[in-house]
């Protein structure tokens, strides 16, 4: 069965440092994958998902991932964190044939003024 | 509306209790997911509806557990006899299209306490 590590439960960073969360999956085939932020109080928001292509992938507020297929990682960074930032962090996967989507159990992302 | 949309936001059970929690995709979206999010855990998926029709329903956890989406737009999940353990947030996300790994757009999800 699929499955989805985020390693660390929690990180800390200083505004304007730059930021990586760590996601590793474990699936067979080429997996579709997806990190998406949840705020306090808000719903899950996709930031950006990889599906074939191009590894590096850019995403909305200023977010990146990189696929590896060698290291079964799909990383994502930031290069200047915002206090905004703050939030819990979920690295996801969805199986080829149906449509479930797997999450990690997040990573929550602590801001230092 | 603009989004997904839940209600209620909170509720409160009576462990015994049933409850049913709704859930108003985007308009127009095939797709609909539900899913469970434990505190401190990833959300966890529950069962997905195409239109009507529900195509999976391999995460509900227990025969307690009921989703329906008669007319292909709201969806209401059901638990009924509630536990402790079924206490969580319960989170809908709706797609445009077939295929799941679409963008799944998310509600702000029922935060369910069972006493």
């Known amino acids: 069965a699929q499955s989805v590590t985020q390693p660390d439960i929690h990180i800390t960073v200083s505004e304007g440092a730059s930021l990586e969360l760590r996601c590793n999956y474990s699936?067979?085939?080429?997996?579709?994958l997806f990190w998406y932020v949840q705020s306090p109080g808000q719903g899950l928001q996709l930031l950006l998902k990889?599906?074939?292509?191009?590894?590096l992938v850019q995403g909305i507020k200023g977010f990146e991932a990189e696929f590896k297929r060698s290291q079964s990682s799909f990383n994502l960074r930031k290069p200047s964190v915002h206090w905004s930032d703050a939030a819990e962090y979920f690295c996801?996967?969805?199986?080829?044939?149906?449509?479930?989507?797997?999450f990690g159990k997040g990573t929550r992302l602590h801001i230092l003024p | 509306g603009a989004g997904v949309s839940q209600s209620p936001r909170y509720k409160v059970a009576k462990r015994g209790q049933d409850v049913a929690l709704r859930c108003d995709p985007i308009?127009?979206?095939?797709?609909l997911f539900w899913y469970q999010q434990a505190l401190g855990q990833g959300p966890e998926f529950l069962t997905y509806?195409?239109?009507?029709?529900?195509?999976?329903k391999s995460g509900l956890p227990s025969d307690r557990f009921f989703a329906e989406r008669p007319e292909g737009s709201v969806s209401t999940l059901k638990i009924q006899r509630t536990q402790q353990e079924d206490s969580a947030v319960y989170l809908c996300?709706?797609?445009?299209?077939?295929?799941?790994?679409?963008?799944?757009?998310f509600g702000p999800g029922t935060r369910l306490l069972v006493l």
């Open positions: 308009s127009g979206h095939v797709s």
């Open positions: 996300a709706s797609s445009f299209t077939a295929r799941g790994k679409e963008t799944q757009y």
């Open positions: 509806f195409q239109n009507e029709a529900q195509l999976d």
């Open positions: 699936y067979g085939a080429t997996p579709y």
């Open positions: 996801a996967v969805a199986e080829n044939r149906d449509d479930k989507i797997i």
């Open positions: 990889y599906f074939s292509g191009d590894t």
